[in-house]
């Protein structure tokens, strides 16, 4: 188990790069599945996720020629189905939660996929319902193995389009479901879809492998099974998880930073959040200049009641950055609820910030509220683990604005989706050992 040893109280300056997105990248990749024609990915962040669901892709049969330190080209014209039923498969997929989105382009091309139950954060329950019930509703059948942790199959000689209100907005369900009804017979209808900017990219993506889609971007998708999908090319957005934990990073410890070509467009209403922590922004064309504010005040809402920042399935605010907003308050002038509504166990780790010096009230497992300390006192350096990996950023970000020296175990957390972090900030004046 790695660690960080960090030394607060610096300020950074300079430009920083967002890497390619995660979550967009386990979507991406698990669509190569779908042609035995060359895609070719670009901007795929070198993380560890990614990197564990490239290998398994390779395991399974997938042709992984990489063009450069970003660039991969895929064909999936030996594709071995059979490799799903292996334990070497059920351990590796175990081990990250993007591994559950090639079941869908594995039902739609193969007739057939399995997994173990996937990985990922341990932020709460995270429940599959809503892939098996649209897979059920395009007529496959699905079989549950309580056996070893937990085994899921599903099987059709052929898959119907039909009408499906999803039972959540299910942001790896709705990824799942859309590309096992690409190659369906007739329409799939999906009402209820998410939409955040991954499953739009997603969605392009298959389009431009000759799939039909409409309503993209909406959530009511459209599709009209295609006989065969093509080989393409795809670029990944720039993170937006990512350029959110820049700019609250920024604005905690006084930094004045460039996040640049950040496809300002694409990130919704993260930038507003950010704003109504007295957070300055400057959009710079596709660049994000977050100045070293000594002060920022948070707003309160119209009515003068104290502002909440709650999540919400896009385009509402992404739960990714709610620990992010949370860690930025800190050191606010004012008051905000953070309500995660979606996950049970995401801010638990207010435990340590308290240790460090913040003022925080656990509500209840859903919300806290911060008191921000208006930089009256700093934060101290402590030793503490990393319980998932937004709130390991979180934690990070608080380390490096504390006096002293902190430690944080458990990096594994941070690498899953954060790239070469410690090279990345060190470069702008962070002071960041792996020990
Ligand atoms: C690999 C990947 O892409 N992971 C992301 C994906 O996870 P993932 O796709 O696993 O998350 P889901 O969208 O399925 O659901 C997330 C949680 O929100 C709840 N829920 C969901 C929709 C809804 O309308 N109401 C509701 O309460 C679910 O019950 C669950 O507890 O989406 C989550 C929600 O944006 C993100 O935190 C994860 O980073
Ligand atoms: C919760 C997250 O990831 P995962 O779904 O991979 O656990 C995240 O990216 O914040």
Known sequence: MASFKITGGRRLSGDIYPQGAKNEALQILCAVLLTSEPVTIHNIPDIRDVNQLIDLLADLGVGVERLSESSVRFQANG???????????????????????????????????????????????????????????????FHYDDADGGFFRVEAAELHGAYMLLDEASVTGTANVVMAAVMAKGTTTIYNAACEPYLQQLCKMLNRMGARISGVGSNLLTIEGVDKLHGTEHTMLPDMIEI???????????????????????????????????????????????????????ETFMDGSSMTVADAPWPGFTPDLLSIVLVTAIQAQGTVLIHQKMFESRLFFVDKLIDMGAQIILCDPHRATVIGLNRESQLRGIRMTSPDIRAGVALLIAALSAKGTSIIDNIEQIDRGYQHIDKRLNAIGALIERV
């Open 79 to 141: 594709v071995q189905p059979e490799y799903l039923e292996t334990e070497v498969f059920k351990r590796k997929a175990a081990a990250l939660r993007g591994s559950v989105m090639l079941l869908g382009p594995m039902l739609g091309r193969f007739g057939k996929g399995s997994i173990s139950r996937p990985g990922g954060d341990k932020i709460g329950r995270r429940r599959l319902d809503t892939h098996f019930l649209g897979f059920e509703k395009l007529g496959a059948t």
């Open 244 to 298: 959110g934990s820049f700019i609250g990073l920024a604005a905690m410890t006084q930094s004045e930073i460039t996040i640049r070509n950040c496809q300002v467009a694409e990130l919704g209403i993260i930038p507003d959040v950010f704003r109504r922590l007295g957070i300055k922004l400057e959009i710079r064309g596709d660049d994000i200049y977050v100045p070293s504010q000594e002060k920022y005040r948070i």
